[in-house]
């Protein structure tokens, strides 16, 4: 019965420390790829919602992260895959329709 406990006392110790390490970000693609219902957007639409992201990135970090995934929920829905640091990161992207009238002309 000690025999047990201590392989299982060990086997925790080992799985804990495991845990507790920082998850390494794995390499960069080359392009991200692409899930879901890819078919309900254009592939300008990606490139659009990528360019703006990465924007978004530089804006908020300095710097653009390589993105991963791209995820298509919907026609009006997008997720984005990254890392930041040792950080899996999930953005999402929502098309936002205007009316031609809310647009101010002069």
């Known amino acids: 019965m000690r025999a047990w406990s201590r392989i299982f006392t060990m086997t925790c110790a080992i ?8 998850p390494k970000p794995p390499p960069p693609p080359a392009q991200p790829s692409i899930e879901g219902n890819a078919k309900s957007v254009s592939a300008a639409d990606i490139r659009v919602v990528l360019e703006l992201k990465r924007k978004d990135m530089i804006m908020s970090h ?45």
């Open 15 to 22: 799985l804990f420390a495991a845990c507790a390490q920082d």
């Open 62 to 106: 300095g710097s653009a992260s390589p993105i991963y995934t791209v995820r298509v929920i919907d026609h009006n829905h997008i997720e984005i895959g990254y890392w930041l640091g040792a950080t899996e990161t999930w953005a999402i992207a929502e098309r936002v329709m205007v009316r031609a009238a809310d647009i101010p002309t002069s």
